[in-house]
C-alpha cells in the first residue's frame, strides 16, 4: 500500500504543477527546443517536488489516515 501512497502522492504533485506552468508559459516554451524545454521545466519541477509538493501532501495524506 505505501508505494500506491506514494505513487498517488507523486502524481498529485506534479500533475496540476505540470498543467500550471505549461498554462502559464507554454506559449514561450513551445519555443524552444526540446532539450532545453525539458532543462527548464526539471530545473523548476525537481526542487518544488522533492522540497515542497511531496512533503506537504505526505503531511495531508498523514493527516488524513490519522483521522480515519
Known amino acids: ?3 500506491l ?3 498517488l502522492i507523486v502524481w498529485i ?3 496540476p504543477t505540470i498543467t500550471i506552468i505549461l498554462f502559464l508559459f507554454g ?6 527546443p526540446l532539450l532545453l524545454r525539458t532543462f ?5 519541477l525537481v526542487p518544488l517536488m522533492v522540497y515542497i509538493l511531496i512533503p506537504f501532501w505526505r503531511r495531508v495524506f498523514d493527516s488524513f ?3 480515519q
Open 1 to 3: 500500500m505505501s508505494q
Open 5 to 7: 501512497k506514494n505513487t
Open 13 to 15: 504533485a506534479i500533475y
Open 27 to 32: 506559449k514561450y516554451l513551445n519555443q524552444l
Open 40 to 44: 527548464i521545466l526539471t530545473i523548476i
Open 65 to 67: 489516515a490519522k483521522k
